[in-house]
């Protein structure tokens, strides 16, 4: 089956601690995108990939890093310098940047 | 600003009552309008995509319009298992020799739908 999978469903941070999101898709798809959504409001962009070795901040990408060594791979690394980390994270793909974008499952980040 | 807006933020229909859900827009050169169904804790699940005004599509008891500036999502004799949240994204064109149209998302609508 072809899809997006996100690791883990659940991720708790504590003060001060980096955390990774893993996003994995087999769509062989060149463009992926990491989204942070919050209650009552739209999902906003964080960073995204047009292809392999390539990627760009989004509107919020103050306190993430990412890396893009493989198509299949864009993980996201939430830093101990995003003071709000507490949110669904949503990574998606799509065949080329102009695409229909394909969303997985979603990771919830808390604080503990 | 808001580039898309969506309405209402709620709506509660019993089965078989028809109604719509609106998404309006304020993007210059629309490259396509998305819509998504969004189950609570999970990934938004991909239904349409419209790419100009008078452009219709149908699934199910879905139907999705286009015009210039809004787009309408229809449902037609609704059941309980279309609860959820319907999310409305455009697609604006690349600044500056970038190929990138990115999606600009709306807050969406959460439909409950009662037996």
């Known amino acids: 089956d072809g899809g997006i999978t996100q690791s883990p469903k659940y991720l708790f941070r504590k003060e001060g601690q980096n955390v990774t999101l893993s996003c994995e898709q087999n769509l062989n798809h060149d463009a992926m995108y990491w989204y942070r959504q919050d209650p009552g409001q739209g999902l906003r962009l964080i960073y995204y990939s047009q292809i392999v070795n390539d990627f760009q901040k989004g509107d919020i990408a103050e306190g993430y890093s990412v890396s893009r060594e493989k198509k299949e791979s864009f993980p996201l690394t939430v830093t101990s310098a995003q003071k709000n980390p507490t949110a669904f994270y949503l990574c998606a793909s799509s065949m080329t940047s102009g695409e229909t974008q394909y969303f997985g499952p979603g990771t919830r980040l808390l604080v503990l | 600003e808001d580039q898309v807006t969506q309405s209402p933020e709620a709506l509660r229909l019993q089965e078989g009552e028809s109604s719509s859900l609106n998404c309006s827009y304020t993007?210059?050169?629309?490259?396509?309008l998305f819509w998504y169904r969004q189950d609570p804790g999970k990934g938004p699940e991909f239904l349409f995509t419209l790419y100009s005004a008078g452009e219709e599509k149908e699934k199910e008891r879905l139907k999705a319009t286009l015009t210039k500036k809004e787009s309408f999502l229809h449902i037609t004799a609704p059941k309980p298992e279309d609860s959820a949240t319907y999310l409305c994204a455009v697609q604006a064109p690349g600044s500056r020799g970038s190929t990138l149209g990115r999606l600009y998302f709306g807050r969406g609508t959460q439909l409950t739908v009662w037996p």
């Open positions: 993007v210059s050169g629309l490259r396509g």
